[in-house]
């Protein structure tokens, strides 16, 4: 049943994958990864580790066959960006080829996460128990998204996962093998993503733990954590230096923790139910998470509570210091209030890695109850179910903008943009539309990386984050205007050109992000 509900994963997120553009980020692991394989210059990236571009960068150093001139480029890190488009688009490459080899890569990540999430938590949970927990992760709109994404996201989700049962498991029995494991395990999870450095304050929480459960009054336990401590110190050293090709003072990899804090106490831009702000607010993640995740899970969510209450009457607390729930306890705990206080309120994938965690701890809760049903009471636990694999898969292909039933009647330019609903996933649909439309070009104002040409798409070029190459838009200019959702309310693009379109009704909203407007029924702009 895991297997299958693996293959059932992999066919949704892969097939969906196939129907959607490059998304913004995502071309810049690919493209300078395949670059640094060619020239051992992996600095064009600083703002992240160094695993990601390995991971993306070695499938699209294989797909392509030409690379853009190194010679008078000076390529950095501001024109990364322009790097990958030129690498994409040209250099003769096959564009689809690469994007496509570059996402098996996030696509196996995706499924490795839906069948650690079953072995893992099935030591506590047992099978059944752990097949739920993998059945609500595999169901997860985001996770259907972002799996079909080349970015680290999902990377982090499996690191995660894996580091903090690894480290459970060192905590419990601290032999030379499991601390090594559990060292490898975290040092990996931290050069995929820095927010992957959490690992850090978790291992700390679940020896907190496993002292308090009884073990401190142990001499051997205590004396095996002290041999631990160096052997996991030295396995981390080494993995993170070696991944860095032998920089071992770790040069790089603390100057891109270094860039990333200046980044991310500068304050970004933030949208949420209508308003903007610079910075966000500490509510952002869980009114998003609300808003990115099916509402049959919030029910889970709450029968999970009252089933947690009802199995932990009567118990001592030591017990549950050493329960095996601790551990996605404590991941999911210090993860979602890492993110909530980082301020980067910029897109709900950013509390992805924690989502794992959380339905292992729904299924924890929920055994007690399905312990205890019969009939009808499992009936409609399986209907619940139901309902939230029908409203994941009613989003079919467009998983990264969905939005759950509490947003009915809400657009997304009215409730979530930029990476939560729109990464620039919708080229492939935009395309679709025109031709069965008969429309030859569009006024397009993008939000992401790629080049809208190189999907078939006619355009004149309206106001966007990233310059598109083209004509400017002129009078009368083509009869359809198609303008991303997070542009049309503002962000990333200077003055709000698009203030007056807010108001208006468009004709079609296009891969769920997309809003066409018809110059005719406007009247002039």
């Known amino acids: 049943m895991a297997v299958l509900l693996v293959a059932v994963f992999v066919l ?27 020239t051992g210059d992996f600095t064009l990236v600083n703002d992240h580790p160094r695993l990601a571009q390995y991971l993306f960068g070695a499938p699209a150093w294989f797909a392509a066959d030409n690379f853009p001139p190194e010679a008078g480029a000076a390529w950095n890190w501001y ?3 322009h790097y990958a488009r030129a690498l994409l688009w040209g250099s003769g490459n096959h564009p689809e080829r690469i994007i496509v080899a570059t996402r098996l890569v996030g696509l196996a990540f995706g499924a490795l996460t839906v069948l650690a999430t079953f072995l ?57 093998r499991r601390v090594s494991l559990a060292a490898l395990a975290c040092a990996l999870t931290a050069c995929v993503k820095y927010s992957g450095l959490i690992v850090g304050p978790v291992l700390v929480t679940l020896l907190v733990l496993e002292a308090l459960s009884g073990r401190w009054r142990d001499l051997a336990w205590r004396r095996a954590i002290l041999r631990g401590v160096p052997i996991f110190i030295g396995v981390a050293y080494l993995t993170i230096a070696l991944l860095y090709l ?130 009808a009471a499992r009936a409609a636990l399986g209907l ?41 996933q919708g080229l492939v649909a935009l395309r679709g539309f025109m031709r069965e439309r008969g429309i030859d070009e569009v ?25 598109l190459p083209g004509d400017a838009a002129r009078a009368p200019g083509p009869r359809y205007i198609v303008v991303s959702a997070t542009l049309l309310v503002g962000n990333y693009v200077r003055g709000d050109p698009y203030r007056l379109l807010r108001a208006s009704k468009p004709v079609a909203i296009v891969g769920g992000t997309l809003y066409v407007f018809d110059r005719d029924a406007l009247g002039k702009l």
């Open 79 to 81: 024109s990364r960006y």
């Open 246 to 375: 032998g920089d071992w003072g770790l040069a790089d990899f603390r100057r891109g923790l270094a860039e990333l804090s200046r980044s991310s106490t500068a304050g970004r831009v933030a949208f949420l139910l209508g308003e903007r702000n610079v910075g966000g607010w500490w509510y952002f993640f869980p009114v998003a998470f609300v808003l990115k995740t099916p509402i049959a899970l919030h029910v889970f969510m709450v029968l999970a509570v009252a089933g947690a209450w009802m199995a932990a009457r009567g118990g001592r607390w030591r017990s549950w210091a050493g329960h095996g729930a601790r551990a996605p306890a404590a991941g999911a705990l210090l993860f979602v209030s890492a993110v909530m206080l980082s301020g980067f309120n910029i897109g709900v994938r950013h509390m992805l890695p924690a989502m794992p965690l959380v339905c292992i701890l729904v299924a924890q809760g929920v055994a007690p109850l399905w312990a205890r049903a019969r009939g």
């Open 443 to 467: 006024a397009l104002g993008y939000f992401g990386s790629a080049l809208p040409r190189g999907y078939g798409i006619r355009y004149v070029s309206l106001p966007s984050f990233l310059e």
């Open 384 to 424: 619940v179910f139901a309902a939230l694999v029908a409203s994941s898969a009613s989003q079919y292909p467009w998983f990264i903008s969905y939005l759950s039933e509490y947003a009915a009647g809400r657009a997304v330019h009215e409730t979530l943009v930029d990476s939560s609903t729109d990464w620039g």
């Open 120 to 176: 893992l938590s099935r030591r506590h949970l047992g099978s059944a128990g752990a097949l739920f927990a993998a059945g609500l992760v595999a169901f997860l709109p985001d996770m259907l998204a972002h799996s079909g994404v080349a970015y680290n996201d999902i990377p982090l989700t499996f690191g995660l996962l894996a580091s903090v049962y690894a480290t459970d498991a060192a905590m419990r029995d601290p032999s030379a």
């Open 12 to 38: 949704l997120a892969g097939s969906a994958m196939l129907r959607t553009s490059v998304t913004f980020d995502e071309i810049v692991f690919s493209a300078v990864g395949a670059r640094g394989f060619v």
